[in-house]
T-cell receptor
Framework: KAGVTQTPRYLIKTRGQQVTLSCSPI?????VSWYQQTPGQGLQFLFEYFSETQRNKGNFPGRFSGRQFSNSRSEMNVSTLELGDSALYLC????????????????FGPGTRLLVL | AQKITQTQPGMFVQEKEAVTLDCTYDTSDPSYGLFWYKQPSSGEMIFLIYQGSYDQQNATEGRYSLNFQKARKSANLVISASQLGDSAMYFCAMREHNTNAGKSTFGDGTTLTVKP
């Protein structure tokens, strides 16, 4: 079974631009979560989608948004990029709320490294 | 609020020896899961092991075992017979089942270096 895939893997943008990152979950997984990883802040939760609905959101400004499609693929968008948005963006998928805790294990993709100049 | 604390920024271990990476957590949710992930320099987070809050026995997966002490709210990872390929960053994470849907909270990580 293929793992979580993320595209693109690397991205360079300039301040003020916007960016869209894509995530394809493991087949059969319906929950997709996004995280931002920086040396200073560590791993920070952005948001989570299940069945095309955002169920949870972290403490990020409205410039960060996401969506999930009917095939469970997800995208996240960052508008008006700032230098501080430079980070590794990780996507994780899981089966979703099955009631069996181990089945809710999140599996991560390789990440997208975003550099904002 | 859920919180994960990893107090060891860096650890060294000799090849073939065992090493323990510490993790303490805080939550008010009685139902939660604890996870350990490995992050090599490539950046991908690799799932290693899981422990549920109601599990009676400590989890084991090959060379990885989790020393779960619920009363102390600790979930230490033990790696036996360390290998050079174990050199990486290790993260402890927690997911609450009744709150914070889809969110894992991570510690700051421990960088493990295995010496030949």
């Amino acid at each position: 079974k293929a793992g979580v895939t993320q595209t693109p893997r690397y991205l360079i943008k300039t301040r003020g631009q916007q960016v869209t990152l894509s995530c394809s979950p493991i087949s059969g997984h319906r929950s997709v979560s996004w995280y931002q990883q920086t040396p200073g802040q560590g791993l920070q939760f952005l948001f989570e989608y299940f069945s095309e609905t955002q169920r949870n959101k972290g403490n990020f400004p409205g410039r960060f948004s996401g969506r999930q499609f009917s095939n469970s693929r997800s995208e996240m968008n960052v508008s008006t990029l700032e230098l501080g948005d430079s980070a590794l963006y990780l996507c994780a998928s899981s089966l979703g709320p099955t009631g069996v805790a181990l089945q809710e294990t999140q599996y991560f993709g390789p990440g997208t490294r975003l550099l904002v100049l | 609020a859920q919180k994960i604390t990893q107090t060891q920024p860096g650890m060294f271990v000799q090849e073939k020896e065992a090493v323990t990476l510490d993790c303490t957590y805080d939550t008010s949710d009685p139902s939660y899961g604890l996870f350990w992930y490995k992050q090599p320099s490539s950046g991908e987070m690799i799932f290693l092991i899981y422990q549920g809050s109601y599990d009676q026995q400590n989890a084991t997966e090959g060379r990885y075992s989790l020393n779960f002490q619920k009363a102390r709210k600790s979930a230490n990872l033990v790696i036996s017979a360390s290998q050079l390929g174990d050199s990486a960053m290790y993260f402890c994470a927690m997911r609450e089942h009744n709150t914070n849907a889809g969110k894992s909270t991570f510690g700051d990580g421990t960088t493990l270096t295995v010496k030949p």
